[in-house]
């Protein structure tokens, strides 16, 4: 488990868990229906990687922020976004549905641990393939996550940006 955060850095952790959304919103209405499904190798296209975050927020983040928070050290289970990916067609959902229910569950997360003391950020649970984590540790990965999400997308709009221009010469 990670230290105590300072109240500088739970706000600057709650800003950037603020920013997601915002973040795929913008990417999701640059990109047209047909760009989102776009594959160029294995990697998630830009719509999967938000079914993938709406699943994850609320499958993952949303239960286990709950679930340490209501029971003492709880045993959390993994959750296997690729798995879900393939049995779920991600490729195929709606993606404006998908961007929506994920801005829905983030907010609600964040509702919650902006208003959680820094007693209740020390409460702990136990996650599948990683162990002993506090929310603070929870929060942390869920910024990580999203980084790494938010990276792929604004890497894809960019292929599909530099495509349009050469399509164009």
Known sequence: MINRMTAEDFREVI????QTPLALARVFNQ????????????????????????????EGYSE??????????????????????????????????????FCAARGKNIDLLKNLSPEQ????????????INLETLMAMM????????????AIRRRVQLRSETAGF
């Open 64 to 101: 286990r922020i709950v679930r340490i928070l209501g029971e003492d050290n709880p045993s959390l289970a993994d959750v296997d976004g690729a798995r879900l990916a393939i049995e779920r067609n991600y490729n195929e959902a709606d993606g404006k549905t998908a961007l929506d229910a």
């Open 143 to 154: 910024v990580e996550h999203d980084q790494g999400h938010v990276a792929e997308l604004l």
């Open 31 to 58: 990109l047209s229906p047909a760009d989102l499904k776009l594959k160029t190798s294995d990697d998630f296209s830009a719509l999967e990687n938000i079914c993938h975050l709406r699943d994850i927020e609320i």
């Open 15 to 18: 800003h950037s868990l603020e």
């Open 121 to 132: 950020l020390t409460r702990a649970g136990t996650l599948e393939g990683v162990g002993m």
